[in-house]
Nanobody
Framework: VQLQASGGGLVQAGDSLTLSCAASGRTFSSLDMGWFRQAPGRAREFVAR????????YNSDSVKGRFTISRDNAKNTVNLQMNSLKPEDTAVYYC??????????WGQGTQVTVSS
């Protein structure tokens, strides 16, 4: 599975941004998809996931209520809509995919920088 993330950039606190990830190489509708992020000097952190059935889970402490993950099986894409961005959301965001319980497929990452 190849994952290509896009949509990162520099925004101000309170702004919105949408990340997209295009998947190829396997039947997209059979994949669970997700997003992780890693801020400088910090461990990689789970952000959100959407199962192949469409069920969603979020990192409640950090993003629930502000971020929305969605998928378009016709376009083989998964999106992460990020609202009310905070400086602490600054990180490299990674698109991920799995067919089992382990996130074995990782994209190259896209930088999101939120200025205060």
């Amino acid at each position: 599975v190849q994952l290509q993330a896009s949509g990162g950039g520099l925004v101000q606190a309170g702004d919105s941004l949408t990340l997209s990830c295009a998947a190829s190489g396997r039947t997209f509708s059979s994949l669970d998809m997700g997003w992780f992020r890693q801020a400088p000097g910090r461990a990689r952190e789970f952000v959100a996931r959407i199962t192949w059935l469409g069920a969603t889970t979020y990192n409640s402490d950090s993003v629930k209520g502000r971020f929305t993950i969605s998928r378009d099986n016709a376009k083989n894409t998964v999106n992460l809509q990020m609202n009310s961005l905070k400086p602490e959301d600054t990180a490299v965001y990674y698109c991920v995919a799995r067919t089992g319980t382990t996130w074995v497929y990782w994209g190259q990452g896209t930088q999101v920088t939120v200025s205060s």
